[in-house]
């Protein structure tokens, strides 16, 4: 048995951690390979982080595309071979014709909730504009929806299989920049590479909006460092990359933005 009280001590996400473990236990005791449901991105980071503590079992993150947020993993016993292949994922087209009636990505996930699945079952969705979406989901799901989601807002849509190679990813734009600041605060830093003011910023850390390294910092002198992520919902992401110390005891920091 894995020593689950230590695993879970001070973790943020107890219950999706809790049920991993849970599912890392049958993938020792069975020597099976175990697929979890769809985790989110601050998940992710934490089940990785503490089962870096574990030689027992090992895990492998995919969520149907390199830059997807939501994955699945699947976990074995360290001897097992994994890879992308060992989880299993379907794509779904939700095709319609969106032009008088535009659909956002809540839309087309408050339809597929309306259907009566539960989230963790969706992965990524990929809004197309007036065409539509594709979706990524558990497979057991497919046939349900392509039968059940039949309506986006107001526009009649057919659900249908695709292969995941047809997936309209589109890649993030990336832009380098470099910033000068007195301090290696968070409020300092995320305000340089999004772009905002301070007092913004600050605003968006205190009401639990920006995620550094996918856990939720309220704190705006938060210190950041090299190769941390700072993520805001909706304004994309912001890698640290190298810092320097300048003649006059500041700091120059190389930013890299994704939108």
Do not use: C
Not at 225 to 232: C, E, H, Q, V
């Amino acid at each position: 048995m894995l020593p689950r009280d230590d695993l879970l001590k001070g973790v943020e996400n107890r219950e999706a951690v809790a049920r991993v473990i849970d599912q890392a236990e049958q993938a020792i005791k069975t020597w099976d390979v175990v697929a979890t449901d769809f985790l989110s991105p601050p998940e992710l980071a934490e089940v990785r982080e503490v089962f870096s503590r574990l030689t027992e079992v090992h895990l492998m993150a995919w969520g149907g595309y390199p830059q997807a947020e939501r994955q699945r993993l699947a976990i074995a016993r360290a001897e097992l071979p994994l890879d992308t292949d060992s989880v299993a994922l379907t794509a779904l087209e939700i095709a319609g014709n969106f032009l008088f009636d535009p659909a956002t990505h809540r839309d087309f996930l408050g339809a597929l909730l309306g259907t009566g699945i539960v989230r963790e079952k969706v992965g990524d969705i990929l809004v197309l504009g007036e065409r539509g979406a594709q979706a990524i989901v558990v497979p057991e799901i497919a046939e349900f929806l392509e039968m059940n989601l039949t309506q986006v807002r107001s526009v009649p849509v057919k659900t249908r299989r695709l292969e995941l190679s047809e997936l309209k990813i589109r890649e993030p734009k990336k832009k380098e920049l470099t910033t000068v600041e007195a301090s290696m605060r968070l409020d300092a830093i995320a305000s340089a590479g999004f772009g905002m003011s301070r007092n913004k910023m600050a605003e968006m850390i205190n009401a639990g909006d920006v995620r550094v390294n996918w856990k939720e910092i309220t704190s705006a002198s938060h210190p950041m460092k090299s190769g941390d992520l700072i993520a805001i919902r909706g304004k994309g992401r912001v890698e640290v990359g190298e810092v320097a110390i300048t003649k006059k005891d500041r700091y120059r920091v190389q930013l890299t933005r994704w939108v």
